[in-house]
């Protein structure tokens, strides 16, 4: 598809992409989700699009038809990039300009946006402003937010929101895997928005697992109740010790019990569980916990299973030495690169 070569800037101005972005047509939606996942590398340039057309459009305030077309064509006319033409001889240099032009027209496009969308809301309501906490690979997080909920973020996650949260609404963005104990408030809802999903709760504790390049988004209720609602359809309610799965590739979910669903945030007090995961999975999960790198050279152990409990403490080295009990295969270290061979 034409997508793949897609810049930024590309995804914001695309008419399908934002109508996938904000919900709003059921078949735009689902031809994006199907080009997600066929894990395109400009993927994440994507997802920052998406976070971007959502941050815009979070008070529901959305900017009319046509208006960042026009505002495009009109810098477009003036910069007149498309009549200007560059002797030979100068051919590097004017590829050099027409990018400085071009990354000032989007920053200026940016700005107008902005502008034009703060210009609508109301003057009685306050700008939104945005707190991000990054948890990076190989650490764990834990925050309380302003109505004293609590958050563990895992590693290579991100969150964010409102500098006003709890004022009016309590929303948060969630991007990886965090849990959540909810501080109780019957008359506003704490709700976590993912890329596919939109998470509803009074008081409660739970996790969601939404990292964006795994096939699997799983929510996970230990305490309370909590509402799952993916893209337009009718929200889920789940009841305590229930899972929430929607596998990615194929759009399909489902909801299962487990007797001992608080292992699903072990992670949080600094255990890795694996059970009956592909080896594969298996050294995504080693990248985001021990911040390393790994290079799968051996194809043959790629779907091979493995269940066992590690901890973020036990050395990398330590846990493929145990691994390699039931899987075949051999390792080496170079700096931050693990090579399975």
């Known amino acids: 598809m034409k997508y793949k070569n897609y810049k930024f800037d590309d995804f914001v101005l695309n008419e399908s992409f934002i109508n996938y972005a904000t919900n709003k047509n059921q078949t735009d939606v689902v031809k ?37 077309k026009n505002e495009w064509l009109k810098l477009e006319n003036t910069l007149k990039l498309n009549d200007f033409k560059a002797p030979v001889k100068n051919r590097i240099i004017f590829k050099q ?21 703060l210009s609508v809301i109301p003057k009685s309501e306050k700008v939104v402003e945005y707190q991000e906490i990054i948890v990076p690979k190989g650490e764990i997080q834990k925050i309380i937010l302003p109505d004293k909920t609590t958050v563990f ?29 909810v501080e109780y408030d019957p008359e506003t809802p704490f709700i976590v928005h993912t890329f596919e999903n939109d998470i509803t709760v009074l008081g409660t504790a739970f996790d969601v ?22 893209n337009s359809e009718k929200a889920i309610e789940l009841k305590v010790n229930q899972n929430y ?26 255990k ?28 043959k152990v790629e779907n091979c299973k493995y269940t066992g409990t590690f901890t973020t403490d036990d050395e990398i080295n330590t846990i493929l030495d145990v691994i390699k009990y039931t899987t075949l295969f051999e390792y080496e270290i170079v700096k931050d690169t693990v090579i399975i061979k």
Request: proline residues 1%; contains cysteine; glycine residues 4%.
């Open 272 to 299: 890795i569980v694996f059970r009956n995961q592909r080896f594969t999975d298996i050294l995504r999960k080693l990248e985001r916990s021990h911040n390393v790198i790994f290079n799968l050279q051996n194809k």
């Open 32 to 68: 994006w989700e199907k080009w997600f996942s066929k894990g395109h590398k400009n993927k994440e340039t994507a997802l920052e699009a998406k976070m971007l057309i959502l941050q815009l459009r979070f008070k529901k305030c959305e900017l009319p038809d046509g208006f960042v």
């Open 209 to 230: 697992f939404a990292y964006p390049n795994e096939n699997i988004y799983r929510a996970s209720l230990e305490r309370g109740k909590i509402s799952v609602s993916h």
């Open 245 to 270: 799965q929607l596998l990615r590739n194929s759009n399909q979910a489902k909801i299962f019990e487990t007797k001992n669903v608080q292992s699903y945030s072990s992670w949080k007090e600094g």
């Open 97 to 117: 300009s027409i990018w400085q032009y071009a990354a000032v027209a989007c920053v200026i496009l940016f700005f107008m946006c902005a502008i034009f969308y």
């Open 153 to 181: 973020i895992n590693s290579d996650s991100k969150l964010k929101y409102n500098k006003h949260f709890g004022e009016e609404k309590r929303e948060v963005i969630l991007e990886g895997e965090a849990c959540f104990d």
